[in-house]
């Protein structure tokens, strides 16, 4: 029971008391009612002070190799960061040098400032397995960040059900794919049903499945609270498989894990989480975001 409630039956009690016993005075029937309505009425004000500081740049470099694509056309993203109890739109950066360097033969691909805070490019060469840097110059200050293209292997099979998920009438999407053999594997899978806002995703390694057939199953379920509703036929759901380097696979679990929610009474505190990009002119005045070259698998999946 909460402090004011607590009171106020104190309160209410005590009154009843008063009422019927015919020798008290009048003043104390007055102080009775005084004292129940300063107790209905009060309340506690709270000020918390919320430590700021500078904006800071966020870099979002997810370069995406599509399978049967090219590769050549490729988007980063640059914009600065917001107070968290501010409900501020993103504030884009412009007029910042975007480059990315192949470090085999330093072969140099310039992202073009598009004045919105993307920068882009169409001549990009993605190699599987070759090493390259991003370098972002932003106010005199140089970020660095270097990664690995990462292969994934095709997705085998989509499928629905209904007997893998926690509601054995929920249809739920099913993915499949073989993992190959030998090598330390890194995934990233997202689903996406079209209309909805975000994509749901999961992180997952080959640690103990390592070489075998992978299946990983999405269900929705209803949620009056969300307003979340499970998959109904001719639903639609956008499907991406990525294959991550090991750094970028613990970076993004990270991030899911505490997009999560506060989860239970054990569950890490969440905090702060610094990505790739290395501010090389100024290192306290880091960047957030995280550059990424990953290939990727895509699937169209319809509900029957």
């Known amino acids: 029971m909460k402090q004011q409630e607590l009171l106020f039956l104190v309160s209410f009690l005590l009154l009843h008391i008063i009422l019927n016993f015919k020798q008290m005075k009048s003043y104390i029937i007055k102080f009775s009612f005084a004292l129940l309505l300063m107790t209905t009425s009060c309340t506690d004000v709270i000020d918390l002070e919320v430590p700021e500081e500078a904006p800071r740049l966020v870099i979002e470099a997810s370069m995406n190799w599509e399978k049967g694509s090219s590769g050549k056309e490729q988007v980063i993203l640059l914009s600065l960061s917001t107070p968290y109890f501010e409900n501020l739109n993103e504030t884009p950066v412009t007029g910042a040098m975007v480059r990315v360097i192949k470090d085999d033969d330093q072969s140099v691909y310039v992202f073009q400032d598009q004045n919105d805070g993307s920068y882009s490019t169409d001549e990009f060469e993605a190699v599987m397995g070759q090493s390259y840097t991003l370098e972002v110059t932003y106010e005199n200050e140089v970020y660095l960040s270097t990664e690995k293209m990462t292969p994934v292997p095709v997705i085998a099979e989509v499928y629905q059900s ?99 929610g506060p989860g239970g009474p054990f569950s890490t505190i969440p905090a702060e989480i610094k990505g790739n990009c290395i501010n090389v002119t100024n290192p306290d005045n880091y960047a957030f975001g995280y550059f990424r070259l990953t290939e990727v698998d895509s699937e169209v999946f319809v509900f029957e």
């Open 162 to 260: 209904r007997e893998n998920g926690f509601d054995k009438n929920a249809l739920e999407v099913n993915v499949a794919y073989n993992d190959p053999k030998d090598f330390r594997n890194f995934y990233l899978i997202k689903f996406q049903r079209r209309g909805d806002l975000l994509p749901t995703l999961f992180d997952m390694k080959d640690e103990f499945t390592d070489g075998n057939l992978m299946t990983i199953f999405y269900e929705k379920l209803n949620d009056e609270d969300s307003g979340e509703m499970e998959f109904q036929p001719g639903d639609i759901v956008d499907i991406s498989l990525l294959g991550l380097s090991e750094s970028y696979y613990n970076y993004i679990k990270l991030l899911i894990e505490q997009s999560g």
